[in-house]
């Protein structure tokens, strides 16, 4: 739904959670242990958008990696800057994500809270 709606705006969009998934995917792609605090936090300030295209992002191993990155303060600080930064554009933007409204953007001009049941999420993960 965020994507069609930045779609139809013409705004950018950023799926936060590929964010997470991103970190985790690239700490293993490494070498490296997802739950290690330094190498996850390297791998967060290296972000770039580029590396949210990857495809493997969807597989259930970067969705692993991306529980325990983000379980880490230093990495969640380092991708709020990352969102803040994205959704400072001066034409807008359109993030998707569950502290968006709340904790990344709390001043935002508009904010749209979406809840679905566990099946209908289950549903439309692709």
Do not use: W
């Not at 959704?87 to 569950?98: F, H, S, Y």
């Amino acid at each position: 739904m965020a994507r069609r709606l930045a779609a139809e705006l013409g705004l950018a969009y950023l799926d936060t959670g590929k964010l997470y998934r991103a970190v985790g995917f690239h700490v293993l792609t490494e070498g490296g242990d997802p739950a290690d605090a330094e190498t996850a936090l390297a791998a967060a300030k290296k972000l770039n958008e580029l590396d949210l295209s990857n495809p493997r992002l969807a597989g259930d191993d970067a969705a692993n990696a991306a529980s325990k990155v983000a379980a880490i303060e230093p990495v969640r600080a380092a991708l709020r800057t990352f969102q803040t930064e994205f959704a400072a554009a001066p034409q807008g933007a359109v993030l998707d994500g569950r502290d968006i409204g709340t904790s990344v953007c709390p001043h935002a001009d508009v904010k749209l809270f979406v809840t679905a049941d566990v099946e209908t999420r289950a549903d439309r993960r692709p």
